[in-house]
């Protein structure tokens, strides 16, 4: 047994503590959120109508990756796939592979996860085809077997074996037009799910989360006012209402910081005597190459509020 608060770095009662079968390789700067985490605990536990969790959020708040350090934590087998369009129920099985000369069929994914106990986490759920997702119907439901189309095989459902996905829209499509290829999804599919949304960051958990990433901004103001940037961005972003097309997600603000540190973006001379900024020029690999001019400028003048880029 282990303290909740040693395990995710929060703050939790004394006496509170879960079983951990052992330890696995995790990333000591992840910032969990309380109340995600507390779900998250829900889940796992198996409680009815907690077995199969859907977790809907913008890009890059980090949903995959919740669900990957809280298994690391809990010492759980995690495996994720990426399904799109063109993806087949048969495809989250395994595939034939060529060993020693001849073909076999490899169980991997879903079926090992159904089998041996652990995490299998589809991501962007809700741009496979509904038909193809419906057919995951035969094993959501907590009774439910799992037949292998591939070998025919029945598969029993292990008791630890837990089922998520990861989306923008949770299954209703995508109005805003900053999501193409989010579909919507059977209501019938999605009710057998506990769904729950990542809320973003606090200013103040962003702001850790960026130093953690990135040991080198400590004690410098560039912490502050890169997160603060970013924040403003992502308020006008069209996924949230506003008309930019591109935002500065997490994930982008720490490739930004990890840039912008890099002796490779240090200041130059780029001719005629003219300096290279390293805010703009890393700010630009990061995320705004690429993107619409006008949209770029918009950026670039929302950035210029919290830092000096001139």
Aim: hydrophobic share 40%; proline share 5%; charged share 25%.
């Amino acid at each position: 047994m282990i303290c909740i608060s040693a395990l995710f770095g929060i703050d939790a009662p004394e006496g509170a503590a879960v079983f951990v079968d052992e330890s696995r390789e995790i990333n000591p700067g992840y910032v969990f959120h309380k109340r995600s985490l507390r779900k998250l605990l829900s889940w796992f536990d198996g409680e009815p109508g907690f077995q199969n969790l859907g977790i809907v959020g913008n890009a890059g708040v980090g949903k995959t990756t919740l669900v990957k350090e809280f298994c690391s934590r809990m010492g759980v087998e995690f495996r994720s796939v990426s399904v799109s369009g063109d993806t087949r129920f048969e495809s989250l099985f395994g595939r034939r592979e060529i060993r020693n000369g001849s073909t076999e069929y490899v169980e991997k994914g879903l079926a090992e996860m159904f089998r041996t106990g652990g995490v299998f986490c589809a991501n962007e759920f809700f741009r496979m085809d509904p038909g193809e997702a419906m057919r995951m119907v035969e094993f959501l439901d907590s009774e439910g077997s799992l037949t292998n189309p591939e070998t025919g095989e029945v598969i029993p459902r292990h008791p630890e074996f837990r089922f998520c996905f990861t989306g923008n829209s949770g299954g209703f499509g995508d109005e805003s037009g900053a999501y193409a290829g989010e579909r919507r999804g059977s209501f019938a599919l999605r009710d057998r799910f506990f769904i729950m949304e990542l809320p973003e960051m606090s200013e103040k958990d962003e702001q850790k989360m960026l130093i953690r990433a990135v040991p080198q901004l400590e004690n410098t103001p560039f912490v502050e006012r890169m997160v603060s940037a970013a924040r403003a961005v992502r308020a006008a972003f069209v996924g949230r209402g506003g008309g930019l097309p591109v935002d500065i997600s997490p994930r982008a603000l720490v490739r930004w910081g990890n840039l912008f540190v890099s002796p490779a973006y240090q200041a130059y001379d780029t001719g005629n005597g003219v300096m290279s900024n390293p805010v703009i020029e890393s700010l630009e690999d990061a995320c705004l190459n690429g993107v619409p001019q006008d949209a770029r400028e918009a950026v670039l003048e929302l950035v210029k509020q919290w830092i000096n880029i001139d």
